[in-house]
């Protein structure tokens, strides 16, 4: 069975560091573009960025560029979300999703189970 | 404000047919690129319900369906039932620079 699964919730403040995990399962984890999607409190999804983990390639949408970063260890199958000053506007609820599919045509499939993030002082 | 349009809410008795939709432009749905589905239960990580416009992955009941014309998508839903009452997102690719994988806003699927 192909599976995503997720590190769990976080509580941190303001400034800390955090860096969150995704471990594939089931597949070839290096054959797969890895996504990260984020859902703040009571909204929808939104598109962060993905990664290659074969080669580390990385793209990022524009709306996350500079705010965090992706990277992956393919030696244990998994990918990660890091930021080196949260916010409290970083609250939400994390997903990682494998892309499926050709290119600019792909969707994302399997979900992991998310990762709650909270910021708060 | 979403790059692909849903409507915030539909709502339908069980048994009944729903219709979801999707409004994109030229630089997404418009431009050739394909529609994906997914369902979010509550308080769960969605998955995919549709993909390439169409398709249902394996274990999708056949009362979902999916298409696409122009710049807009749709998502069908027979039969209604109570586990059908979901949020459902579309899903699909943005050639502009404001992103490139692009989400609707997202529609709340109540059974009345």
């Known amino acids: 069975e192909v599976q995503l699964v997720q590190s769990g919730a976080e509580v941190k403040k303001p400034g800390e560091s955090l860096r969150i995990s995704c471990k594939g399962s089931?597949?070839?984890?290096?054959?797969?573009?890895i996504a990260w999607v984020r859902q703040m409190p009571g909204k929808g999804l939104e598109w962060m960025g993905k990664i290659y983990p074969s080669d580390s390639d990385t793209n990022y949408s524009p709306s996350f560029q500079g705010h965090v970063t992706i990277s992956a260890d393919r030696s244990i199958s998994t990918a990660y979300l890091q930021w080196s000053s949260l916010k409290a506007s970083d609250t939400a609820m994390y997903y990682c999703?494998?892309?499926?599919?050709?290119?600019?045509?792909?969707?994302?499939?399997?979900w992991g189970q998310g990762t709650l993030v909270t910021v708060s002082s | 404000q979403s790059v692909l349009t849903q409507p915030p809410s539909v709502s339908g008795a069980p048994g009944q047919r729903v219709t979801i939709s999707c409004t994109g432009s030229?630089?997404?749905?418009?431009?050739?690129?394909?529609v994906h589905w997914y369902q979010q239960l509550p308080g769960t990580a969605p998955k995919l319900l549709i993909y390439?416009?169409?398709n249902r992955p394996s274990g999708v009941p056949d009362r979902f369906s999916g298409s696409k014309s122009g710049t807009s998508a749709s998502l069908a839903i027979t039969g209604l039932r109570a586990e059908d009452e979901a949020d459902y997102y579309c899903?699909?690719?943005?050639?502009?620079?404001?992103?490139?994988?692009?989400f609707g806003g997202g529609t709340k699927l109540t059974v009345l």
């Open positions: 030229s630089s997404n749905i418009g431009a050739g690129y394909d």
């Open positions: 390439g416009n169409s």
């Open positions: 999703a494998r892309l499926v599919g050709a290119a600019s045509f792909s969707w994302f499939d399997p």
């Open positions: 089931g597949y070839s984890f290096t054959s797969y573009w």
């Open positions: 899903q699909s690719y943005d050639s502009s620079l404001s992103a490139f994988w692009v």
